[in-house]
C-alpha cells in the first residue's frame, strides 16, 4: 500500500526535496523559469538580471544586478546619476525593491549623494524595520551601510540639459497656478479667485491635466522597472529612476512606490510600469494588475484593465506596464505612445523586445489622445 507524501518521515521528506534539487525538478514550469522581464529594450540590464538568476541565484539577487546594470551604464542616457536634473540641476535617486515571498518592501527617494539606488534600497529592507528612507538621510543611511559617497550625481550632459533649460526660461516646467519673480522664480502663488485662463476649472480640467503628461515621451526613459522569477519560482520585483527632468526639488515620483511603479507576489505574478508617474501613482495600477490576476484574469487583460482606468481619467496620459503571472506568461499594455519591453528565458537564445503599437497611430507632438491596447510584435535582439 503506498504512503501519501504527507505521512512519510520528515527525512525522507528532506531527501526527496535534496533529489529534486540536485536534478533541477524545484522549477515549477519547465522552460519557463527562470524568467527576467523588464521595461524598454534595456538590453545589458536584463542581460545581467539573467546571468545572475540562471546561475542559481534568488529573484531578488537578479533584480539588484539588473537595476545596478541601467544605473552604472545610464540606460537610454537618463537611468541612473547623471540622467534628469531637477530645477536646480541636481540629479537624485529614486528606487524600491520587493520580495513577492515575504512581500517586504524597501526603497528610498530623493536620495542625494549616492548613485547606488537599488542597492540602497535593498540595504533599507536587510537592516530595518521601515520601508522607505528620503532625502539626505538616505544617504547618510546609505553610505553607513558601505555605499560609496558621498559622490556628485551630476554629469557633463545633465549640466548640459539644464543649462539649456535655463536659457528657456526654465520652460517647460511643472509649475501651475503661480507666478514667477522673473523667468525662474522664485515664484508665487496666485490669487486663486483671478485665475481667468491658468483655472484649471471642470470644463478645462482635460487640458490641465495633460500638463505633466508633455514631459514624458519616447525618448525620456528614465525609469527601468524590472520583474524577476528564479528557478525556486520566487519573484521579485525593483526599480531605479532618477526622475522626472527639471522637476521641482524634493518631488517624489511613483518610482519608489510598491503597488505604483512595480508590485509582486509569488502566489500570483508581477507588474512594471513606466511613464507619467504623477498620474500613475493615484492608481496603483501595478497593485491593480496583481490584484486583477489573482481573480483570475490573464496578464494581457489584467494590464488593459488597470491602463484604461487612468485612461477613463486621464485621456491624455502617457505610460505603460507589462505584466506577468507566476506561470511566466506576460503582456503589455500602454497609453500615448509605443511602448517596449524585454523578456529573457530559457528557451530564449538571448533578450527579445515586445512591443506594444497603439491601436490608434500617436500623432506628433508632447501628448497623445489615444488609447494604446495593443498588437505584440517580437524584437530579436
Known amino acids: 500500500m503506498s504512503v501519501s507524501a504527507n505521512k512519510l518521515p520528515i527525512t525522507n521528506l528532506l531527501l526527496l526535496a535534496f533529489l529534486c534539487l540536485a536534478f533541477g525538478e524545484e522549477v515549477k514550469s519547465p522552460g519557463k523559469y527562470p524568467l527576467v522581464v523588464s521595461t524598454w529594450p534595456f538590453l545589458e540590464a536584463v542581460r545581467a538580471a539573467w546571468r545572475t538568476v540562471e546561475s542559481g541565484l534568488s529573484a531578488m539577487d537578479a533584480v539588484v544586478e539588473g537595476c545596478s546594470a541601467c544605473e552604472e551604464l545610464r540606460c537610454d542616457g537618463t537611468v541612473g546619476p547623471g540622467g534628469s536634473p531637477d530645477e536646480n540641476g541636481e540629479t537624485t535617486m529614486d528606487a524600491m525593491i520587493m520580495n513577492g515571498v515575504t512581500m517586504e518592501v524597501g526603497a528610498v527617494a530623493a536620495m542625494r549623494y549616492v548613485s547606488d539606488g537599488i542597492k540602497a534600497?535593498?540595504?533599507v529592507m536587510q537592516h530595518t524595520k521601515h520601508t522607505m528612507l528620503v532625502g539626505e538621510q538616505a544617504s547618510v543611511f546609505a553610505i553607513s551601510m558601505g555605499l560609496p559617497g558621498p559622490t556628485n550625481l551630476s554629469s557633463e550632459e545633465s549640466m548640459d540639459k539644464w543649462i539649456k533649460w535655463k536659457e528657456n526660461k526654465c520652460q517647460p516646467n511643472f509649475r501651475k497656478n503661480v507666478l514667477p519673480v522673473d523667468d525662474c522664480g522664485p515664484?508665487?502663488?496666485?490669487?486663486?479667485?483671478?485665475?481667468?485662463?491658468?483655472?484649471?476649472?471642470?470644463?478645462?480640467?482635460?487640458e490641465c491635466g495633460r500638463l505633466g503628461s508633455c514631459h514624458i515621451s519616447l525618448h525620456n526613459h528614465d525609469t527601468i522597472s524590472m520583474a524577476v522569477i528564479d528557478r525556486m519560482g520566487h519573484i521579485a520585483v525593483g526599480t531605479s529612476t532618477n526622475g522626472a527632468t527639471f522637476k521641482i526639488p524634493g518631488r517624489v515620483g511613483d518610482g519608489p512606490i510598491a503597488g505604483s511603479s512595480a508590485y509582486a507576489d509569488t502566489e500570483v505574478g508581477a507588474c512594471g510600469a513606466t511613464g507619467d508617474g504623477d498620474i500613475m501613482?493615484?492608481?496603483?495600477?501595478?497593485?491593480?494588475?496583481?490584484?486583477?490576476?489573482?481573480?483570475?484574469?490573464?496578464?494581457?487583460?489584467?494590464?488593459?484593465?488597470?491602463?484604461?482606468?487612468?485612461?477613463w481619467k486621464y485621456p491624455d496620459?502617457?505610460?505603460?506596464?507589462?505584466?506577468?503571472?507566476?506561470?511566466?506568461?506576460?503582456?503589455?499594455?500602454?497609453?500615448?505612445?509605443?511602448?517596449?519591453?524585454?523578456?529573457?528565458?530559457?528557451?530564449?537564445?538571448d533578450v527579445k523586445v515586445y512591443t506594444v503599437v497603439p491601436e490608434t497611430p500617436t500623432p506628433q507632438g508632447c501628448c497623445f489622445p489615444s488609447l494604446a491596447m495593443g498588437s505584440y510584435r517580437e524584437t530579436y535582439r
Open 121 to 123: 534600497a535593498r540595504l
Open 187 to 206: 515664484y508665487h502663488a496666485t490669487n486663486t479667485v483671478n485665475l481667468g485662463e491658468n483655472t484649471c476649472t471642470n470644463s478645462k480640467w482635460l
Open 317 to 349: 496620459f502617457v505610460g505603460a506596464i507589462f505584466a506577468v503571472n507566476k506561470n511566466g506568461v506576460h503582456a503589455g499594455a500602454c497609453h500615448g505612445w509605443t511602448f517596449q519591453y524585454s523578456v529573457r528565458s530559457p528557451d530564449m537564445e
Open 281 to 311: 501613482m493615484r492608481f496603483l495600477p501595478c497593485y491593480q494588475v496583481v490584484e486583477s490576476m489573482r481573480l483570475g484574469m490573464e496578464p494581457k487583460r489584467a494590464a488593459e484593465d488597470a491602463i484604461s482606468r487612468i485612461a
